[in-house]
């Protein structure tokens, strides 16, 4: 897995080779890592996509990943993880698991069920949730196609019926163009989204145009979709990070995925916890949609499930866990932390995707 790095604007590594070595090595990568790394800042970025205006991470995740799939097409898709990420298993066969599953993924209502948590307490199978989605859309897909920006022209294939008509058959076996790790939401509808106006270039009025976040911007993207994203970016087009794939995903016509990754509570919700935090799901919808916005809890910091997830884009437990693990910590009980266990003196966990740790 090739990995890009950001270096000091102090650096030019572009000088020369004996420039670019150097800055390896101000970077701290490994020797044995820097065969398969590509490094950037953000003055190469500005070169590549002055009409963007803005090319900090906090903004521009994907510029650099963009950058790379222009340089290394080689590769049929391409991850942006986050440092603070932490794998607890195999990470490849963690990543082929998701792959596999976004493939089978019909496109049908995959935008509607991509604002759903999946709830395992409700829904004994992903085609029970399924099953529940479909009823509140009512057999009807709110995306079929690209959904149509004036300033983007579609490269998606066509659908081949009605969404009334398909029988979830659309999409399944084709590759995911964008995979998102967490929750999505309307990102004209929401009340928290630190970014929700910061969207340019588009004539589509003050709302601009239909467009949807998934915080965080840990996401897979196709070399299509981020070959498509590279062009229109330079024409000018942005907008935030955790809305960048998933809203030019549905504007190219492109398939996008949401699979139901394994995530954990540090405490059992009791039913009115339940409701708080999940929304109601599907069966609360009154658009097809669910109605959480992903920041939902934030004026009530205690007791909300993101600062007790083991993925998401804030809240300590994911460090307090990994480092529990990695130092064999117990509670006061002399049991280990939930969900780790513990077997002929060794201490497991399951194969988990963490974040964020910002500590270990």
């Known amino acids: 897995m090739a990995r890009t790095r950001r270096v000091s604007e102090e650096f030019n590594p572009w000088n020369s080779p004996e420039e670019y070595a150097r800055a390896f090595e101000h970077a701290k990568i490994p020797k044995e890592l820097q065969s398969i790394a ?3 800042n953000e003055p190469l970025l500005e070169s590549w996509y002055p009409e963007t205006l803005e090319h ?5 995740a994907f510029q650099p990943l963009q950058l790379f799939s222009h340089y290394y097409p080689e590769f049929d898709h391409y991850w942006q993880f986050e440092m603070d990420m932490r794998f607890t298993g195999d990470a490849g066969a963690y990543l082929d698991a998701v792959d596999l599953w976004s493939r089978k993924e019909p496109r049908k ?5 991509s604002t759903f948590f999946y709830d395992p307490t409700v829904f004994n199978t992903t085609d029970e949730f399924r099953a529940a989605v479909d009823e509140v859309n009512r057999g009807r ?7 149509r920006v004036r300033e983007v022209s579609p ?5 081949p019926t009605t969404d009334e008509e398909d029988n979830f058959e659309w999409g399944v076996g084709e590759d995911a163009d964008v995979i998102v790790t967490s929750l999505c939401a309307d990102a004209r509808k929401s009340t928290t989204w630190i970014f929700r106006g910061w969207v340019y270039g588009f004539r589509a009025g003050k709302q601009g145009p239909p467009r949807y976040f998934c915080p965080p911007a840990i996401q897979r993207g196709s070399r299509a979709l981020l070959h498509a994203v590279h062009t229109l970016q330079r024409r000018g087009l942005r907008i935030a990070s955790e809305a960048t794939l998933p809203s030019f995903a549905l504007w190219l016509g492109l398939k996008i995925s949401a699979p139901p990754l394994p995530w954990y509570l540090n405490d059992v919700p009791d039913d009115e916890e ?3 935090w999940m929304l109601g799901g599907p069966k609360a919808s009154d658009d097809g949609f669910g109605k959480g916005d992903p920041q939902w809890g934030q004026p009530d910091m205690i007791n909300s499930p993101q600062m007790s997830s083991t993925f998401w884009w804030a809240g300590g437990w994911p460090g307090e866990l990994f480092e529990g693990w990695l130092q064999g910590k117990k509670t006061q009980d002399g049991k280990p932390m939930y969900p780790l266990k513990e077997s002929e003196g060794q201490l497991y966990m399951p194969n988990l995707m963490l974040h964020p740790v910002k500590r270990e």
């Open 141 to 147: 897909s709110h995306v079929w196609g690209p959904v």
């Open 56 to 60: 900090r991470t906090f903004w521009q």
């Open 38 to 40: 590509v490094l950037w």
């Open 155 to 159: 490269i998606g294939p066509r659908p």
């Open 109 to 113: 209502q995959a935008m509607e069920r």
């Open 274 to 276: 339940r409701a708080r």
